[in-house]
């Protein structure tokens, strides 16, 4: 098989996991019929406790993906695994002829030289907090079974590495005292472990060793909640196998009992199926799960796509790969103003968006990274108004940046400025709440309001311009504040034109 087919058939296998396209490329389809469920949801689609509420206002996440796949970086003795392995946190699953031989022992051997010299949970927690994230989800064990933490449960954990200190736990602390939540990672699959299988188990042998797993399972959950009670929730993964699919009834009564140690936990939609199969939506169309966990590498097109659920969006700095890769040459990797559109995107549409970090076996985050950590957090600085405790608008969509609103003020942040420096923004003719003043949020500059009429034949539309210094220029993105009230008196009627 030559290397193409091959990248193929890896890129296939990674992306045939992921949710079923139709939930995350339009609106959700409805079931036409209503089925008696035991195994759907176990919380309201919109939980109203403070822990749902907190995490509605988030706005900016950090994800971290750390392991043993660092230590390669998505390379080997000088050998790149682009092509041979679907991500660089899959290297483990390297195949082809550039998978260097004896390669999986070689991986499974890792552990005996993880030794992050340069780690330093309360460094990165503060480039977070600088940066603006509210909440962080970090590995605690990847797809490669190796637990970040000193598990009762496997051999194979950090407490055997020469590094031996718990590292979920230096980062629950160091980012819980920056006032940054934490939310645990945690893959379901292993692919190392004997006990794990990906099709159902069919013999009595098969579903003897299925059992031992979920056990496992269960164990490791309940021991990563008694570790680290202040945690806020688990964000799963790995849970597409026909296996664990097959498993709903122990699924559905493992979220009830971690939900039941640990009142106001967050879990998401990716955790579990319904008895039918149906992950993330159960087979009334009904969230499963407390937010929709499959925006992934991709964002709603539309505000209505959602609807209305609580929602998060993962994002990678590179294309794709979420552990360390060594060498990002010849890739096109996300600049922060494509991050920041992102953000607002989501922000605009009450979702949360999760940017990734990959750090090095040293501990260290990727320079790019760092930059991109450092240029977020400057501009958060100055324009976060717009962005924490902010939520979606129903206006017509502009053409100019994205909508986010709170209280009495509608803010704007512009990506797309127009060349005349005017704004116009459009609102509903019946609207109860109108723009009546705008500044600029950067400089708290008041900025001349005027509204426009344009007399579109028919247009459910009313206009308001604002209009920008002649002089105004800049390479980031800026926001426009506007004071909302009542709209002053109608206009007369404009004749329309008898067709
Ligand atoms: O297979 C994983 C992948 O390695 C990575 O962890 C992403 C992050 O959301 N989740 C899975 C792919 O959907």
């Known amino acids: 098989m030559n290397k193409y087919i091959l990248c193929a058939v890896l890129i296939g296998l990674y992306t045939a996991q992921l949710p079923v396209a139709g939930q995350w490329t339009g609106k959700k389809e409805k079931p036409t019929e209503t089925k008696e469920l035991q195994y759907g949801p176990i919380t309201p689609a919109h939980r109203t406790d403070d822990a749902m509420e907190r995490f509605r206002r988030y706005g900016l996440g950090q994800f971290i993906h750390w392991g043993l796949y660092a230590i390669p970086g998505n390379e080997w003795e000088g050998v790149s695994a682009r092509g041979g392995a679907a991500a660089s946190e899959w290297i483990r699953a390297w195949r082809g002829p550039t998978a ?28 977070a907090k600088a940066m603006g994230a509210k909440y962080v989800i970090f590995t605690t064990k990847h797809h490669d079974g190796f637990a970040m933490w000193p598990s009762k449960f496997t051999e194979y954990n ?13 980062v629950v602390d160091a980012y819980e005292a920056e006032g940054i939540d934490v939310f645990l990672y945690f893959s379901v699959l292993e692919w190392n472990n004997p006990n794990y299988m990906s099709g159902e188990p069919k013999t009595a042998e098969e579903k003897k060793r299925f059992a031992k797993f979920l056990a496992y399972t269960r164990n490791q959950l309940l021991e990563l909640l008694e570790n680290y009670p202040t945690i806020k ?20 009564n493992l979220e009830k009992e971690l939900r039941s140690k640990h009142p106001g936990l967050i879990i998401g939609s990716r955790f579990r199926n319904d008895e039918y199969g149906k992950r993330h939506f159960d087979s009334n169309g009904q969230l499963l799960g407390d937010y929709e966990q499959g925006w992934e590498r991709k964002l709603p097109a539309e505000y209505s796509w959602l609807d209305g ?11 794709n790969g979420w552990g360390y890769m060594k060498d990002w040459s010849g890739l096109y990797t996300k600049d922060s103003y494509d991050l920041l559109d992102m953000l607002l995107h989501c922000v605009s549409m009450n979702g949360n968006f999760v940017l990734n970090f990959g750090p090095d076996a040293a501990g260290n985050m990727h320079p790019q990274e760092d930059k991109i950590a450092a240029e977020i957090g400057d501009w958060l600085t100055v324009n976060q108004e717009a ?10 969509v502009s053409q100019y940046g994205y909508y986010t609103a709170k209280e009495e003020f509608l803010y704007l942040t512009v990506f797309n400025k127009p060349v005349n420096n005017r704004i116009r923004i459009a609102i509903q003719k019946n609207a109860s709440a109108v723009p009546v003043s705008a500044a600029l949020l950067i400089a708290n500059t008041a900025l001349p309001l005027t509204h426009s009429d344009i007399g579109l034949d028919r247009d459910k539309n009313t206009y308001y311009d604002i209009q920008l210094p002649a002089t105004f220029s800049t390479d980031k993105p800026f926001v426009i504040k506007m004071k909302m009230g009542a709209p002053k008196a109608k206009a007369d009627k404009l004749m329309d034109a008898k067709m």
């Open 100 to 127: 260097p031989k004896d390669w999986i022992k070689t991986y499974d051997n890792l552990y005996k030289q993880f030794n992050p010299k340069d780690f330093d949970a309360k460094r990165w927690a503060k480039q």
């Open 158 to 170: 950090i407490s055997h590495t020469p590094y031996k200190k718990d590292i979920v736990k230096e």
């Open 233 to 252: 929730g688990f964000w799963f993964d790995g849970t597409w196998d026909r296996s664990w699919i097959q498993a709903a009834e122990f699924t559905y």
């Open 309 to 319: 659920n609580d929602w998060d969006a993962v994002m990678t700095i590179p294309p």
């Open 387 to 396: 962005v924490y405790d902010a939520t979606h608008i129903d206006l017509p």
